[in-house]
């Protein structure tokens, strides 16, 4: 039985989702734990009523743990990962430290479920950008096997967590203000502007963002063959990451096959009349836990090509729910034992 839970990095933007997600979704458990730096030791946190107080982070956090969901920078959960390990426990981890580690499963339950039976101590769970898009693949790739993915991304500020939450709510005051504002989490204003780069350069000109869709995608369907062509931009969103997405698949599907075929898959939700003015947008999807998909229709330069919206909330599906969809895995898994 899994009963004791430590949620490590609760007090980020990723880690309050966690909190209310348990709450939520009525996460059985004994014990709970919550865990930070030194500098939110000792906050209170109200948690299914009771309250709580912040723990530093420390190797022996993790004594008498069975699951611990880890929503920290890399450099955090490349150290605490090894050290709940040790301690016996299974950590659930949504930094991209051990995402592409070979012993680590790489998971979206409703895309490749059956992975975290092979995990030796840490489960990954993507990069928000991958998540959703991967999630809107699974039914296209089942019916007609996705060759190639061409992918834009418009990446919400919450992605980079709370500062980047506050650098655009704080950045578009100053711009209405005429004052200054210093950015913290971008290199360059992102009120009432794009930034065409999230991440460093990495590979042949794209970014590290780019790249983990290359990655963690081929890794998820287990399938190296399937190309994609990422670009990702920050945009002046404050929640919900939205994609442009072309697949091209090896035999043609229609837009109403694929419409079909998403509005049976696990996880999808249909929003797809363009006359009546009916998409997913940001404002329309924040705060819900599916992957949104509208404005379907053929791509009429390509035989084989169909084009898409897609919209979800990159804290919950793209971090939180798909992290506590995994640590319910594991419970029903351990239920079935
Ligand atoms: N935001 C997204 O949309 C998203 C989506 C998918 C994955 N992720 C990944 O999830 C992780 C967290 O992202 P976030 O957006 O929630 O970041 P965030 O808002 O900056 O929160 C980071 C959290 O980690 C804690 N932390 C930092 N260093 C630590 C350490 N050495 N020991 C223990 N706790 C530590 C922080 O505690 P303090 O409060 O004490 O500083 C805070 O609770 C990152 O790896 C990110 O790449 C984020």
Request: one cysteine or more; glycine letters at 8%; a negative charge.
């Amino acid at each position: 039985m899994y009963e004791n839970l430590a949620i490590v990095g609760a007090t980020g933007a990723v880690g309050r989702l966690i909190r209310q997600l348990l709450e939520e979704r009525k996460f059985p458990y004994k014990t709970i734990k919550f865990l930070a730096t030194k500098r939110s030791a000792g906050t209170e946190i109200t948690f299914n009523g009771e309250t709580h107080i912040v723990e530093e982070m420390t190797p022996e956090s993790f004594k008498g743990i069975d699951i611990a969901i880890g929503s920290t920078p890399d450099e955090a959960a490349a150290e605490f990962a090894p050290w709940a390990v040790a301690a016996g426990c299974i950590v659930v981890d949504e930094s991209g430290y051990w995402r592409m580690k070979e012993d680590v499963p790489l998971v979206v339950p409703e895309v490749n479920p059956e992975a975290i039976q092979n995990h030796k101590g840490i489960i990954s769970s993507p990069n928000c950008s991958t998540t959703q898009m991967v999630v809107a693949m699974k039914p296209l790739h089942d019916a007609a096997k996705i060759k190639r993915v061409v992918v834009s991304t418009y990446q919400a500020t919450s992605g980079a967590g709370v500062v980047g939450e506050e650098d655009l709510v704080e950045g578009a005051k100053a711009v209405l203000n005429g004052s200054d504002y210093e950015y913290k989490a971008f290199k360059h204003q992102i009120a009432f502007n794009l930034i065409p780069q999230i991440g460093g350069p990495k590979y042949e000109g794209y970014t590290s963002e780019e790249m983990k869709m290359v990655y963690e995608t081929r890794k998820i369907f287990g399938d190296e063959s399937i190309q994609v062509c990422p670009t990702c931009v920050r945009v002046p969103v404050t929640n919900c990451h939205s994609e442009s997405i072309l697949v091209e698949t090896e035999r043609p599907i229609s837009a109403e096959e694929a419409r079909e075929l998403f509005e049976k898959a696990d996880g999808i939700t249909v929003v797809d009349d363009l006359g009546a003015g009916e998409y997913p947008m940001p404002k329309t999807c924040t705060g819900k836990n599916e992957v949104f998909i509208g404005r379907i229709r053929k791509d009429i330069s390509c035989e084989n090509g169909l084009t898409f919206w897609c919209v979800s909330d990159n804290l919950r599906k793209g971090a939180a729910t798909n992290a506590v969809q995994i640590a319910e895995l594991l419970v029903r898994s351990s239920a079935a034992v």
